[in-house]
T-cell receptor, first 111, second 114 residues
Framework: QKEVEQNSGPLSVPEGAIASLNCTYS??????FFWYRQYSGKSPELIMF????GDKEDGRFTAQLNKASQYVSLLIRDSQPSDSATYLC???????????FGTGTRLQVTL | DGGITQSPKYLFRKEGQNVTLSCEQNLNHDAMYWYRQDPGQGLRLIYY???????QKGDIAEGYSVSREKKESFPLTVTSAQKNPTAFYLC?????????????FGSGTQLSVL
């Protein structure tokens, strides 16, 4: 079992819809969870982070964390074509200050 | 402006050759990281360093070497022992405080084999 798992997609949603991206992790001791957006050929950029169970909202983005079920999700409201990118889930596992990344979900927002 | 600078943007390696990728940051971050990304894949950790003159192997360190002689610099050498070096290499840094591990990335180096 991979430490951090994501569906590779592509996930296709129409413009204006809600995109829902999911991520599961295997280490129950994981403490910090991050969502990065990566455009093709570019480096990842941080869009959300969450440490506690529940929801965290920032503009059109909402991160949801459920430690009991070991999943973290990202909701993107009012999806725009500019949201089309690969979304990487990252989890801090263990005691070392390093992140483990999932393989990413490619999101396509269609007109 | 503060940030992380990677160079070169594109690099070509001949068989049997060692090449070095540069990474410099002026964010005063303690920890620095090197990741490798293959097409359609996530990021895999090669090496990381939490303090000057100290570094640890990541998940795929074989065929790579690093040094951390200065806080600002964390160069990565891809040695001839790395038989499949073609990939996108990303350098990152972060403050070392426990609840602040947000990674900041450089713009990456695309390494290809001639």
């Amino acid at each position: 079992q991979k430490e951090v798992e994501q569906n590779s997609g592509p996930l296709s949603v129409p413009e204006g819809a809600i995109a829902s991206l999911n991520c599961t992790y295997s280490d129950r001791g994981s403490q910090s969870f991050f969502w990065y957006r990566q455009y093709s050929g570019k480096s990842p950029e941080l869009i959300m982070f969450i440490y506690s169970n529940g929801d965290k909202e920032d503009g059109r983005f909402t991160a949801q964390l459920n430690k009991a079920s070991q999943y973290v999700s990202l909701l993107i409201r009012d999806s725009q074509p500019s949201d089309s990118a690969t979304y990487l889930c990252a989890v801090r596992t263990g005691t070392a200050s390093k992140l483990t990344f999932g393989t990413g979900t490619r999101l396509q927002v269609t007109l | 402006d503060g940030g992380i600078t990677q160079s070169p943007k594109y690099l070509f390696r001949k068989e049997g050759q060692n090449v070095t990728l540069s990474c410099e940051q002026n964010l005063n971050h303690d920890a620095m990281y090197w990741y490798r990304q293959d097409p359609g894949q996530g990021l895999r950790l090669i090496y990381y360093s939490q303090i000057v003159n100290d570094f640890q192997k990541g998940d795929i360190a074989e065929g790579y070497s690093v040094s951390r002689e200065k806080k600002e610099s964390f160069p990565l050498t891809v040695t001839s022992a790395q038989k499949n070096p073609t990939a996108f290499y990303l350098c990152a840094s972060t403050l070392r405080r426990p609840t602040n591990e947000k990674l900041f990335f450089g713009s990456g180096t695309q390494l290809s084999v001639l």
